[in-house]
């Protein structure tokens, strides 16, 4: 892709924050942006990740690490006051033609040149939908309040599943169409040598994962279930795994590592925007048993067992069927890996370049 007006290629610069699977979505992105001849600046939020996954990430972009904070991680909007001065301010300075938030909220109040694309990965209103099946709560309103306006100064709003799309319009009736741009995964190789166990990977504090079926779950199953993934944060109670194995929050290559060894994967999701946990697992040919929830259809009808959202009986039996049947199960780790051949890094990256290009003339300084 080009820039019309100077004939060179735009730059990036993408928020990205090392909590969770942004972190890993901005680097992709980033990696295969690169390859297009597309330079990103990345300017993480939050607290930074280790110096290892730092090196990493300078090896495909720039790195700003800011250290302002993430919506989530506040009480009011107030302390969120600085983000768009500092963005504002980014984007001059890098001399960026795009800038992607990768939180909503992050372009509430900017006053950028710049054209701007807010991806909505997840966020607290839509979770409550999901989740409580209820509006959040009143002190947390701020939430919806700032990420609508994030929405309304953005070019173009990204949701990475239709799912999440349509639960972001319903919660956000302001915010105009909402376009789909999957998540992606590299290509990686089956290893051939399955071992009898279930694995998992989760931020298990959070209650739209449902730790507590999973659990549950662990007790009816033949083979044992491994999960990965921190069962804690501060200010919110840890799980208490009983049946699992817990191993903790470990380094993506070992949880990778995890993943391609065993027999099977499952996810109690009962709020998943996309789920790539489980692409990751698909994508190095494990079977999957899931939560029968919008997200998981829309991705994975056809190749994967299904069992009802909180259902541990469900659950279990379905993960029984696959681990007491190698020919079920080697069928279904094989309709899992061509499933997952959809969401290539390549059509990723060309969506999202379409969509850089298909934004709005660049805006005069307000």
């Given amino acids: 892709m080009r820039d019309m007006t100077t004939n060179r290629a735009p730059k990036v610069l993408m928020t990205c924050d090392a909590a969770g699977g942004v972190w890993t979505y901005a680097l992709d992105l980033a990696r295969g942006l690169r390859r297009s001849g597309i330079e990103t600046v990345l300017a993480g939020f939050g607290a930074p990740p280790s110096e290892a996954r730092l090196r990493q990430a300078r090896g495909v972009a720039e790195v700003r690490w800011t250290g302002l904070p993430l919506d989530w991680m506040v009480q009011d909007r107030r302390e969120l006051s600085v983000v768009a001065p500092a963005l504002d301010a980014m984007v001059a300075e890098t001399g960026a033609d795009v800038l992607q938030v990768n939180a909503p909220s992050q372009a509430a109040g900017l006053k950028t040149h710049a054209r701007?694309?807010?991806?909505?990965?997840?966020?607290?209103?839509?979770?409550?939908?999901?989740?409580?099946?209820?509006?959040?709560?009143?002190?947390?309103?701020?939430?919806?309040?700032?990420?609508?306006?994030?929405?309304?100064?953005?070019?173009?709003?990204?949701?990475?599943?239709?799912?999440?799309?349509?639960?972001?319009?319903?919660?956000?009736?302001?915010?105009?169409?909402?376009?789909?741009?999957?998540?992606?995964?590299?290509?990686?190789?089956?290893?051939?040598?399955?071992?009898?166990?279930?694995?998992?990977?989760?931020?298990?504090?959070?209650?739209?994962?449902?730790?507590?079926?999973?659990?549950?779950?662990?007790?009816?199953?033949?083979?044992?279930?491994?999960?990965?993934?921190?069962?804690?944060?501060?200010?919110?109670?840890?799980?208490?795994?009983?049946?699992?194995?817990?191993?903790?929050?470990?380094?993506?290559?070992?949880?990778?590592?995890?993943?391609?060894?065993?027999?099977?994967?499952?996810?109690?999701?009962?709020?998943?925007?996309?789920?790539?946990?489980?692409?990751?697992?698909?994508?190095?040919?494990?079977?999957?048993?899931?939560?029968?929830?919008?997200?998981?259809r829309e991705i994975w009808d056809d190749a994967a067992l299904f069992a009802p959202p909180g259902d541990t009986r469900a659950f279990a039996a379905r993960i029984n069927d696959l681990s007491r049947d190698p020919a079920l199960r080697a069928r279904m780790a094989d309709a899992a890996r061509q499933r997952a051949h959809r969401f290539s890094p390549a059509a990723q990256v060309q969506t999202m370049t379409a969509h850089y290009a298909g934004t709005s003339q660049e805006r005069s300084p307000a």
């Avoid at 999901?130 to 953005?154: F, S, T």
């Avoid at 709003?157 to 956000?172: E, F, K, Q, W």
């Avoid at 044992?224 to 699992?244: D, I, K, N, S, Y």
């Fill in 116 to 296: 701007v694309i807010a991806v909505s990965h997840s966020c607290v209103v839509t979770w409550f939908r999901a989740v409580k099946g209820c509006d959040v709560p009143q002190d947390w309103r701020w939430h919806r309040d700032l990420n609508g306006e994030g929405m309304a100064w953005a070019d173009r709003v990204i949701a990475p599943s239709r799912a999440h799309a349509d639960l972001t319009a319903l919660c956000y009736p302001g915010c105009g169409p909402v376009d789909v741009v999957p998540n992606a995964i590299a290509p990686v190789g089956d290893s051939g040598r399955r071992q009898p166990f279930v694995y998992a990977a989760a931020r298990w504090w959070d209650e739209g994962k449902d730790a507590e079926t999973l659990d549950a779950t662990a007790a009816m199953t033949d083979w044992p279930v491994l999960t990965f993934g921190p069962g804690w944060r501060e200010g919110v109670a840890p799980v208490q795994f009983t049946h699992v194995r817990h191993r903790g929050d470990r380094p993506h290559a070992e949880v990778r590592r995890a993943a391609g060894l065993a027999g099977i994967f499952v996810s109690p999701s009962i709020y998943e925007p996309f789920g790539l946990a489980a692409l990751e697992a698909a994508a190095g040919g494990t079977a999957l048993v899931l939560s029968d929830i919008p997200t998981y």
